[in-house]
């Protein structure tokens, strides 16, 4: 049975509504956080790329992007869950791991399981919680969805939009 039915979500997926690329974060991290994540994405098989300034370049160790210079070129890693699926992690704070998915990739029950699979694959991992929260919401005031912890699961965080 899915985590999530895509008719209790549906709402916060629209494409009318909300912004394309909400925001999915786990906070309380570190260096060692990052290269789990990392060792998770190669280990999983998903098809990923790095890139620095736009170069794409093989992937390095956590410790080595996060340690550059402030004004150092934006560090992208783009990871396929599967092929019709994409996130974009930011590598900018060892603090907060930060990354993009698109809602327009992210349509009907198939696509959610997947994101939901992601979440809780991650969030397993790190043994940290992974909220899900509307486009340029950084503070992260109005999670919507997320992976929960103590329950292994991704759940709903919020109430749907009326109207």
Avoid at 61 to 70: C, I
Avoid at 88 to 100: K, V
Avoid at 142 to 148: A, I, K, S
């Amino acid at each position: 049975m899915p985590e999530l039915l895509w008719d209790d979500v549906r709402d916060f997926f629209d494409l009318e509504r909300e912004g394309c690329l909400p925001d999915v974060w786990v906070t309380g991290t570190g260096v060692e956080d990052w290269q789990a994540v990392l060792d998770l994405i190669v280990a999983s098989g998903w098809r990923s790329e790095y890139s620095e300034g736009g170069v794409v370049m093989p992937l390095p160790r956590a410790g080595a992007v996060l340690s550059r210079p402030a004004d150092a070129e934006c560090a992208d890693l783009r990871v396929w869950p599967t092929p019709d699926v994409s996130t974009i992690f930011r590598l900018e704070s060892a603090e907060e791991i930060g990354f993009d998915v698109d809602l327009r990739e992210l349509q009907g029950q198939e696509r959610l399981d997947v994101l939901c699979g992601f979440l809780r694959a991650i969030g397993g991992r790190l043994g940290k919680p992974v909220v899900m929260t509307p486009e340029g919401d950084w503070e992260q005031k109005h999670p919507v969805l997320g992976f929960d912890v103590e329950s292994d699961r991704v759940v709903l965080l919020a109430e749907p939009p009326i109207g």
